[in-house]
């Protein structure tokens, strides 16, 4: 089973915070994602990336950035986090494109005062 | 650009009765489609995934899917549901060829039982 972990599991910052968000999988897969949730919305794409050193924008990427610094670590920076970020982020990996499964890590709750 | 939507926020039934849960999508050829589950506090798991040939799929747990190119739908159902199926599903979609490196997800049906 593939293995991608998330930390923190929960997070709280104030307004114009610096937040890092951690992902790392160990299933060598070239491609990682960080989703939000949020009722009503479902999971929306942030970032995504292809490799190491790779970065493609999501869907909405606003007010995120993002860094993947090896195949396996992908982190996702919120360098003046907003009330409107208090979100569930999951990340996400999956070996190739097309059909490949993506596997989930368990999220992390940000909460953003 | 693909789209799905999941037109109910919420669907109950009785334990043992049948599941059909929704979903449409808007692409003009024919996708890649997915079910996930995310049961509480964890991340999504993989139910079952279309991408050719016999348009009835079978994933986990006894959950099946049936892609109608002429209606755009890819629903999901279940014989006989259990208090474990209690979950929240989402319907995914991508495209072929150089639009399949992301997946668009639906909002999402929240699935329970009726005590």
């Known amino acids: 089973e593939a293995a991608v972990t998330q930390s923190p599991r929960n997070k709280v910052t104030v307004t114009g915070g610096n937040v890092t968000l951690s992902c790392r999988q160990t299933?060598?897969?070239?491609?990682m994602y960080w989703y939000r949730q949020d009722t009503g919305h479902g999971l929306r794409l942030i970032h995504y990336?292809?490799?190491?050193?790779?970065?493609q924008i999501g869907d909405v990427p606003d007010g995120y950035k993002a860094t993947r610094t090896t195949q396996e670590d992908f982190f996702l920076l919120l360098e003046l986090a907003s009330p409107s970020q208090t979100s569930l982020y999951f990340c996400?990996?999956?070996?190739?494109?097309?059909?490949?499964?993506?596997?989930f890590g368990s999220g992390t709750r940000l909460t953003v005062l | 650009a693909q789209s799905v939507t999941q037109p109910d926020a919420r669907v109950t039934v009785s334990e043992g009765a049948s599941l059909q849960l929704r979903c449409k999508y808007s692409?003009?050829?024919?996708?890649?489609l997915f079910w996930y589950v995310q049961y509480p506090r964890q991340g999504l798991q993989l139910l079952l995934k279309?991408?050719?040939?016999?348009?009835v799929v079978q994933g986990v747990n006894g959950f099946e899917a049936e892609f109608i190119k002429s209606n755009s739908s890819f629903h999901l159902r279940k014989a006989s549901v259990h208090w474990s199926d209690s979950a929240v599903y989402f319907c995914?979609?991508?495209?072929?060829?150089?639009?399949?490196?992301?997946?668009?997800f639906g909002k999402g049906t929240k699935f329970s039982l009726i005590p």
């Open positions: 692409y003009s050829g024919t996708p890649y």
């Open positions: 279309y991408y050719s040939g016999d348009p």
């Open positions: 299933n060598s897969h070239n491609y």
């Open positions: 990336s292809y490799g190491a050193g790779n970065l």
């Open positions: 995914a979609v991508s495209a072929p060829g150089t639009g399949s490196n992301r997946l668009t």
């Open positions: 996400a990996s999956r070996r190739d494109w097309g059909v490949e499964t993506l596997y």
